[in-house]
């Protein structure tokens, strides 16, 4: 019987027509990355939606594959690209990769500032049922726009927002005082951060702490403030901080923290 001679067809990109290979025309796992040539799938050859997770062997997408910006986010349907469908590494060289914004009221929008003395020097008398200003007098940091330390009036300025107070002042023999944050302006004035009960015995020598944290919506485009400390009793010179005398630094008696959120 005569041989029939083999026929072998071949096919190049040229005799195929866009769109004639179908993904019902291949075999699953069919195309694989070895019947790929470098940077031959683009863009304009990917229907949309076309290539699902079922279509792709595990790891046979690299980057020597695809053509730069061939791969776009409407070419990718959601839930399809799996830890099983990237190869174990990512080469982004040459690739320039964007991030979202991120907000970070924590590390940039904060301010805080402080009461300090020098070393040796108490922290000043406390007036007996009064509402006594704390002496901020030092700005150790400042990242909200618009916000300022006045270190002769011991006052902050704040813009409008929504902010986070966390403070602390001590006193030493008042009896019972408490922290708060006093609004000076605008109108009307009063007491918008409410500190915790304190209470330093005046037959006692113990130096206490009241704090508070507060949670403050302020309105008015620029809105002054005052750290202040009601104690009971009057107590000169050190009624409002003991001091340490530590040779090389600072006395501090209160702290303001003040992260702008919103």
């Known amino acids: 019987m005569p041989q029939i001679p083999q026929i072998v067809l071949l096919f190049f990109t040229a005799d195929i027509n866009n769109g004639a290979i179908t993904t019902d025309k291949l075999a699953i796992d069919a195309v694989d990355a070895t019947k790929l040539a470098d940077d031959c799938v683009l863009n304009e050859h990917i229907t949309t939606g076309a290539v699902g997770a079922a279509e792709l062997a595990d790891s046979s997408v690299i980057a020597t594959k695809l053509g730069t910006n061939a791969v776009v986010t409407a070419k990718i349907l959601d839930a399809n690209v799996t830890a099983a ?37 108490a922290g000043g008398a406390a007036v007996a049922v009064t509402q006594n200003i704390r002496a901020l007098n030092t700005l150790i940091e400042n990242g909200i726009t618009g916000a300022s330390l006045n ?15 966390d403070y602390s002042c001590q006193a030493y023999k008042t009896n019972g005082h408490a922290a708060l944050i006093y609004q000076v302006s605008p109108a009307t004035a009063g007491i918008i951060g409410n500190g915790n009960n304190a209470f330093s015995h005046s037959s006692d020598g113990t130096v206490t702490l009241s704090s508070g944290t507060n949670v403050v919506t302020l309105t008015a485009s620029s809105t002054v403030i005052e750290l202040r400390h009601y104690t009971v009793l009057a107590r ?13 630094r600072n006395e501090r008696y209160a702290a303001l923290k003040i992260w702008k959120i919103a």
Do not use: C, H, M, W
């Not at 060289?93 to 020097?121: C, D, M, R, W």
């Not at 000169?236 to 090389?248: E, F, K, M, N, S």
């Open 151 to 165: 270190a002769g009036t011991y006052q902050v300025t704040l813009p409008a927002g929504k902010y986070i107070f």
């Open 85 to 121: 469908k990237l190869a174990t590494t990512l080469d982004l060289s040459g690739k320039t990769l964007t991030l979202p914004a991120i907000n970070e009221p924590f590390s940039k929008q904060f301010l805080y500032v402080v009461e300090e003395a020098a070393s040796g020097t």
């Open 236 to 248: 000169a010179t050190d009624g409002l901080g003991l001091q340490v005398a530590l040779a090389g």
